[in-house]
């Protein structure tokens, strides 16, 4: 306790109100609320009702606290970490950048080695680290690693070097990332909600250091890219796709939240590895699983307000059409895997038709794979069509076909069909195999969304060549493992005529002797 000149405080005196010893440099408002909410039996005066004084504290009975309501009041104040605790924080850490000055100022002397090294140089020294990694994984690692402690430079690296490091950060080094997220688990980079809060999801998202969050980018991990269910391990997409919103998009790192939902795996395989770091269950469907989902938005819209974007990523098609149309309503959401992918298909459309020439209208259209992003892509290039042409959205969409598991989906297969594949049930006799599809359809365009790799064979793509000058070849899945071609074999076996993309754009290709990235073979063979 003090004496009465104040001359000795107790430690929960000096950290609630400022008094410091000799070295002690940083208060912050996290230690203080914290000794004030011990002292107050777990009460915090962020949590106390509106009978507290404009402070905190007892009711303002005589109006005293009412009287200064107008005026600017600030309780306490926020410092800058320093010493070791700056060293430590990734958002305000610059390594050896760090001035003469910062160095007295943020008592840094004799924590970091004396030479000053400009964030240039620390750039071209890691750049050299990371060429040296003959396997992919280990760059990404190094990647995760420097953003853990430099944030600033993981993304100015990321900006400098984007098509060298774009597929290290995520497709289709992430896919590997996550299948053995386990195994490589050193930091937690988001937050995750299981089960086990339910109840106080609201609670959990108070627990994120960062108040203003404007993205979230939420998965249950059960569709990782073409991966299947990863569970849990799911979480290096959400955290590799924000890293491109800062990277491509200029958003914040500190208003974006990457969350993953645990609601447990149906991947027995990984409820069987010791490493798992999820809930060892299977996976909560029905009502257990919309309760669940009905509380976290919930408590999104009420801790971030209604103008945050809910972006739900790599969810299974009976639950990501489901909760777009069920929030689509009442918050900000967007679906990557539907919207986002069709958007930038769309747009790759557009681009290619200065190639072949024609409009969207005067093409037809076959997707292998009839999920989110087949059935997201193909609605939206109706909807492209519908509104160029006036012609009814109903009349556009048969001239877009789509093949899933069991064939080409046709009328006689309504009646089983989910309900997101109906719109595309055309008037046909079945068709099992692909090639035999694109023999009957006579497609311009070829899309693959499938997941599965190595489906457009080389008997596909030679009869695509057979009924097209410059035939359309987009292979979208993901990674790159699970592409339905290369861009090799596209270029190989239509003898350079393909107009091709994939889902892993920067991937080098070999051909003719030299190596390109896709959209340079494309334009460099339509030159000729």
């Known amino acids: 306790m003090s004496n009465v000149n104040g001359n000795s405080f107790c430690s929960w005196q000096r950290k609630a109100f400022g008094f410091r010893r000799k070295g002690e440099r940083k208060i912050s408002v996290e230690a203080m609320e914290s000794t004030l909410k011990e002292m107050r039996n777990g009460d915090s005066v962020l949590d106390m009702s509106d009978k507290s ?79 040296n990694y003959k396997v992919p994984l280990q760059r990404y690692m190094a990647m995760m690693d420097l953003q853990e402690r430099n944030e600033r430079l993981f993304y100015k690296l990321l900006i400098d070097n984007v098509e060298e490091l774009l597929p290290v950060v995520y497709t289709p080094t992430v896919g590997e990332a996550c299948q053995k997220y386990g195994s490589i688990f050193r930091r937690p980079q988001g937050l995750y909600i299981s089960l086990k809060e339910k109840g106080k999801i609201l609670e959990v998202l108070k627990n994120w250091p960062e108040r203003s969050i404007q993205v979230i980018v939420v998965t249950d991990g059960e569709r990782i890219l073409g991966l299947g269910d990863l569970g849990t391990q799911g979480m290096g997409i959400p955290v590799g796709k924000l890293s491109l919103y800062t990277a491509l998009g200029g958003v914040r790192p500190s208003v974006c939240l990457p969350i993953t939902l645990d609601v447990g795996t149906n991947n027995q395989q990984l409820l069987d590895d010791e ?59 967007f679906n990557d895997d539907i919207q986002g992918t069709a958007s930038v298909v769309l747009a790759g459309l557009v681009a290619a038709l200065r190639l072949v020439g024609g409009n969207l209208a005067d093409h037809t259209f076959l997707f292998l794979g009839a999920g989110e992003a087949g059935t997201g892509i193909a609605e939206l290039i109706a909807l492209e069509i519908s509104k160029k042409t006036e012609v009814p959205l109903e009349e556009v969409r048969k001239k877009i076909w789509l093949v899933d598991s069991k064939g080409l989906i046709v009328s006689s297969r309504k009646e089983s069909l989910q309900h997101f594949k109906k719109p595309w049930a055309h008037d046909h006799e079945p068709i099992k195999d692909l090639v035999d599809a694109v023999k009957a359809i006579k497609p311009t365009v070829l899309i693959g969304t499938s997941g599965v790799g190595k489906t457009f064979t080389k008997d596909v793509v030679e009869a695509m060549a057979s009924l097209n000058e410059k035939p359309l070849i987009l292979a979208l899945s993901n990674p790159t493992s699970q592409s339905e071609c290369t861009a090799e074999e596209a270029y190989t076996w239509t003898e350079g005529r393909a107009i091709f993309a994939s889902g892993s754009p920067f991937d080098p290709v070999e051909y003719n002797g030299k190596v390109y990235v896709p959209g340079q073979v494309r334009l460099t063979h339509h030159r000729k």
């Open 53 to 131: 004084g404009v402070a905190g504290g007892v009711e303002d009975i005589y109006g005293e606290d009412r009287a200064t309501e107008d005026q600017l009041v600030t309780p306490w104040s926020f410092t800058v970490a320093s010493g070791n605790s700056l060293l430590r924080d990734p958002r305000y850490n610059k390594g050896l950048a760090f001035t003469e000055a910062e160095r007295d100022a943020h008592y840094l002397r004799g924590l970091l080695p004396p030479v000053i090294m400009p964030q240039e140089l620390q750039e071209k020294r890691l750049m050299h680290n990371l060429r």
């Open 275 to 333: 490493f798992y770091i999820g809930l060892r269950q299977r996976r909560a469907t029905g009502q257990e699983y919309d309760e669940f989902l009905d509380e976290f938005m919930a408590a999104v819209k009420q801790n971030y307000g209604e103008k945050v974007l809910v972006q739900f990523e790599d969810f299974a098609n009976h639950n990501a059409f489901k909760l777009l149309t069920k929030y689509g309503t009442t918050h900000l959401v």
